[in-house]
């Protein structure tokens, strides 16, 4: 059973940066996708940038940009680069291992508030 375990959530002013991080237990099955999504109070989870296996990003038009993801040597590990952030941001960030099955951290509060 894969595990994810997130962190590098916390409160920032705007403009500023964080860093979040999402480890998988073990190496990764080969073809796969990660995703980072968010969930902000009284909307609908979206889906904030994304990577597969061979490397294909894909971005939310919001965050273009702004906003980087990319993967750890061995891909088990993924990582979201916010830069420029806003307080629309606001939100629970949720790493998504996704492959033969679907994995999910517990979530990251990122709050961007002056």
């Known amino acids: 059973q894969v595990q994810l375990v997130e962190s590098g959530g916390g409160l920032v002013q705007p403009g500023g940066s964080l860093r979040l991080s999402c480890a998988a237990s073990?190496?990764?099955?080969?073809?796969?996708?990660w995703s980072w999504y968010r969930q902000a109070p009284g909307k609908q989870r979206e889906l904030v940038a994304s990577t597969t296996d061979d490397g294909i990003t894909n971005y939310a038009d919001p965050v273009k940009g702004r906003f980087t993801i990319s993967k750890g040597s061995a891909a088990n590990t993924v990582y979201l680069q916010m830069n420029e952030l806003k307080p629309e941001d606001t939100a629970i960030y949720y790493c998504?291992?996704?492959?033969?099955?679907?994995?999910w951290g517990q979530g990251t509060q990122v709050t961007v508030s002056s």
């Open positions: 073990g190496s990764i099955f080969r073809l796969h996708v």
């Open positions: 998504g291992l996704f492959a033969l099955q679907e994995y």
